[in-house]
């Protein structure tokens, strides 16, 4: 599967931004979807999950309450709502398709990786 994210863009601190990431083939459906961010200087980090269905979702902390991942597997993409953001939310943020629901939050477990779509929030 190949992945293509966009959405990404420069805003000021408190406002929104939702991420896109299409995916090609016809298996989107089977894939589990994460995405992670990494700043500058920075190692890439786990942000967000969803399972295949769409009804399992998990986040990192620093995210959790101000972000929601959400699919739809009819247009081959998942999303990621960004609200409230914050300076320390800047970063390249790329999807990534997994084949299970295990060990989410490590890049490891994804096989597949888009191109990453630049977030920055200035204060």
């Known amino acids: 599967v190949q992945l293509q994210a966009s959405g990404g863009g420069l805003v000021q601190a408190g406002a929104s931004l939702r991420l896109s990431c299409v995916a090609s083939g016809r298996t989107f459906r089977s894939y589990v979807m994460g995405w992670f961010r990494q700043a500058p200087g920075k190692e890439r980090e786990f942000v967000a999950v969803i399972g295949q269905s769409g009804e399992t979702r998990y986040y990192t902390d620093s995210v959790r309450g101000r972000s929601t991942i959400s699919r739809d597997n009819a247009k081959n993409t998942v999303y990621l709502q960004m609200n409230i953001l914050k300076p320390e939310d800047t970063a390249i943020y790329y999807c990534?398709?997994?084949?299970?629901?295990?060990?989410?939050?490590?890049?490891?477990?994804?096989?597949?990786w888009g191109q990453g779509t630049q977030v920055t929030v200035s204060s």
């Open positions: 990534a398709a997994g084949e299970r629901f295990s060990g989410v939050t490590m890049a490891s477990t994804y096989a597949h």
